[in-house]
């Protein structure tokens, strides 16, 4: 099993800044990809960011330019630095990390921490 743990989420205003973190721990192997989603109310989970164990980065097209996701691999740490909020990115946010067994993905969860950006 994998347990991930979230932490950072809050109240922040336009324009202002948040970190979140994600610590990953139990049978963490073979990790090949790990990143944040988020959902929004009334809306499907949507990718935010990805970052792969070799480094390699993938962001929303809305979060381009303000969000960067960080990982650190000795410490199975995840974090995701967003800049510059907008009230659109209000929303629970879900650590997530994929690992590659056998020909399978297999995908693990946190269990989210609400953002909210709001004046």
């Known amino acids: 099993q994998v347990q991930l743990v979230e932490s950072g989420g809050g109240l922040v205003q336009p324009g202002g800044s948040l970190r979140l973190s994600c610590a990953a721990s139990?049978?963490?192997?073979?990790?090949?990809?790990m990143g944040w989603y988020r959902q929004a109310p009334g809306k499907q989970r949507e990718l935010v960011a990805a970052i792969t164990s070799g480094g390699s980065t993938n962001y929303a097209d809305s979060v381009k330019g303000r969000f960067t996701v960080s990982r650190d691999n000795a410490k199975n740490t995840v974090d995701l630095q967003m800049n510059s909020l907008k009230p659109e990115d209000t929303a629970a946010y879900y650590c997530?990390?994929?690992?590659?067994?056998?020909?399978?993905?297999?995908?693990?969860w946190g269990q989210g921490t609400q953002v909210s950006v709001s004046s």
């Open positions: 997530y990390l994929t690992r590659r067994i056998r020909d399978q993905n297999f995908t693990s």
């Open positions: 139990g049978r963490i192997f073979s990790i090949i990809n």
